[in-house]
């Protein structure tokens, strides 16, 4: 029951290094996203994707690529990483996007920028 | 105004307490509604659904009110391990879910 797993799960990194994220799913869903939380900010949409080879801007996209090119992996890079993206990042994924249709989160990764 | 807004609490209640939480949303047009939990340093997990009619799961109830534009859950009984952070969760059609920033939720013995 693997569902949504995210690698790596603890990740340090200097100001201006450049990381990805990955996000991979076993659930044939259709729709992925990743989110990032901050004290008193709650999720935030990054990006999202409603299938392969899609992607689409979120919320606070600045700073961050993504690429689905396999259906079941999202992958989120920071090219030149600032201390304001220190935060947690869960990437997420749904069978649908309307109705009453659940989200299923991945354990999260804790990034800290230096 | 944010499209989902919670009381961030905290409630602290002693255990066997009924609390209740609200959530209002701005989207005139959002369709489905959910409550989600996030226990601490863990990821959100779906609590339950928000139906039209309201509904019920145990000692968990959540309602509807879409002429003002919120919704609720009750947690009755209260137990210590009731203690998490609950998130309002909204979605307006084929885009992505919105959620709030949560509700922090302290059950004490």
């Known amino acids: 029951n693997a569902g949504v797993t995210q690698t790596p799960k603890f990740r340090v990194l200097k100001t201006g290094q450049s990381m990805t994220l990955l996000c991979a799913q076993d659930?044939?869903?259709?729709?992925m996203y990743w989110y990032r939380q901050d004290p008193g900010m709650g999720l935030r949409l990054i990006h999202y994707?409603?299938?392969?080879?899609?992607?689409a801007k979120g919320e606070v996209p600045d700073g961050y690529n993504v690429s689905r090119l396999k259906k079941q992996n999202f992958l989120l890079g920071l090219e030149s990483a600032a201390p304001s993206q220190t935060s947690v990042y869960f990437c997420?994924?749904?069978?649908?996007?309307?109705?009453?249709?659940?989200?299923?989160f991945g354990q999260g990764t804790r990034l800290t920028v230096v | 105004r944010k499209e989902v807004e919670q009381d961030p609490g905290p409630f602290n209640v002693p255990e066997g307490a009924t609390v209740a939480f609200n959530c209002t949303y701005s989207?005139?047009?959002?369709?489905?509604f959910f409550w989600y939990r996030q226990d601490c340093r863990k990821e959100p997990k779906l609590l339950m659904s928000?139906?039209?009619s309201g509904n019920e799961d145990g000692r968990f109830t959540a309602q509807l009110n879409r002429a003002s534009q919120y919704i609720s859950l009750l947690i009755r009984d209260s137990k210590l391990s009731d203690s998490a952070t609950y998130l309002c969760v909204v979605n307006s059609g084929n885009t992505p879910l919105v959620f709030g920033k949560g509700t922090r939720l302290s059950v004490i013995a």
């Open positions: 989207n005139s047009a959002s369709q489905s």
């Open positions: 997420a994924s749904s069978y649908r996007q309307s109705g009453l249709t659940e989200a299923f």
């Open positions: 994707s409603v299938g392969e080879g899609t992607t």
């Open positions: 928000v139906y039209s």
């Open positions: 659930m044939n869903h259709e729709y």
